[in-house]
């Protein structure tokens, strides 16, 4: 009997994977998605899957979207799972976000600042209704498109400088010693207390849709925040790496990465004066609103650090750390569809068992 179960269990299998594959491919009547339809008008989509499966690489995302119809997470899985295979072949230097090659750049914090605000690919400014020109055959968009092109300045500095330079912000220091290696959440298992490189890893891996709820919860009354965009960047910047067999700093590319600093109030102790705050979130791809949550939750989360009371879920590491993975989070609540049999027996007994005892122990309302 069990080997009959077990190769009933396959044919099934089988079935659903071709099945799988019907409602992938949807009505023949309509074309195929290329991957480089998805990778060039689902960019934002591709972005995400790209830092939330830490990789990046836009042609394996777009493929993994299209494998798992659009699903998010289950792409995310896909290409984490695929990452496990690829070898490490060197180690980057830090970025040089400074020099990024700008295409948006805004601060909510100055009007005016010098390089100026550069709007770049953003919703903010559209109306949130359909557009139904989009439904046309041919690139609409593209068509009626007359961007100029105008050159930006060259001299773009960081606005936290600016508070930097009057001592009205914290000064930018490692909290770690930097002759140790860099935390490595990729290979090595979650440890509390949990350093900021282990935490900011975390973070850029973490649910978008988690973190975000987090984020607001901060500004609700369950964190004391109350923050301001210090600055955004989004553009492109150089990876570099020192091979060991030449000993020198060369670039091997560039990637587009999301930039937010934020500024956070603080009230001061009985260490540091009153001054802001920082806190910061790094993507890869264009990911604004998934750097500005991380940004809130980072700064939430150094609560501890900065002599601050921790009596909210977003300042609890642990709570923050051990929740926030997708694919952890995916893996535990979807096991729950797989055979349960035994266990459920078991249980279906014991409350027969509960139940039974519990009547026996009423008063017999019919002797009454």
């Known amino acids: 009997m069990t080997y009959v179960a077990v190769k009933g269990g396959e044919f099934a299998i089988v079935n659903s994977h071709k099945l799988i594959a019907e409602a992938r491919r949807g009505d023949l009547k309509f074309g195929e998605l290329s991957l480089g339809q998805i990778r060039e008008q689902f960019g934002l989509a591709v972005d995400r899957v790209m830092v939330e ?9 777009s493929l993994a979207l299209k494998q798992a119809q659009g699903d998010a997470l289950e792409a995310i899985f896909l290409l984490r799972a695929y990452r496990t295979t690829l070898p490490r072949i060197a180690i980057s230097e ?12 805004i601060s909510a914090a100055f009007k005016d600042l010098p390089g100026g605000q550069v709007l770049g690919p953003t919703y903010d400014y559209t109306h949130r209704l359909l557009d139904f020109r989009l439904a046309a055959d041919g690139d609409v968009e593209r068509q009626q498109a007359e961007v100029a092109d105008v050159p930006l300045d060259t001299a773009m500095p960081r606005v936290l400088d600016i508070l930097g330079d009057e001592g009205l912000i914290e000064p930018e220091l490692a909290n770690r ?36 709820g987090l984020a607001y919860s901060t500004t609700r009354g369950y964190g004391g925040a109350h923050p301001f965009v210090g600055e955004i960047r989004m553009g492109e910047v150089a990876v570099v790496i020192v091979p060991d067999e030449l000993g020198f700093a060369i670039e091997i590319g560039e990637i587009t990465v999301t930039e937010c600093q934020m500024i956070n109030q603080f009230r001061g102790s009985e260490t540091a004066p009153p001054q802001f705050t920082r806190g910061y979130g790094l993507s890869f791809g264009e990911c604004e609103r998934k750097t500005l949550a991380m940004a809130l939750v980072d700064r939430a989360l150094r609560s501890r650090e900065l002599g601050e ?19 952890e989070a995916v893996g535990l609540v979807s096991h729950y569809k797989l055979p349960h049999y035994v266990d459920f027996q078991a249980e279906l007994q014991l409350v027969r068992q509960l139940r039974a005892e519990y009547e026996a122990s009423q008063p017999n309302e019919a002797a009454e």
């Open 53 to 61: 499966g830490s990789v990046y690489d836009p042609d394996l995302a």
């Open 309 to 327: 009371p921790v009596r909210y879920p977003a300042q609890d590491e642990e709570f923050v750390l051990s929740h926030s993975d997708s694919i």
């Open 177 to 212: 010693n930097p002759t140790e290696p860099v935390f490595d959440l990729t290979r090595e298992p979650t440890v509390f207390p949990a350093g900021r490189d282990q935490r900011m890893q975390n973070l850029a891996r973490g649910d978008e849709g988690f973190l975000l």
């Open 94 to 105: 830090p970025l040089e976000t400074a020099n990024i090659s700008l295409r948006r750049r």
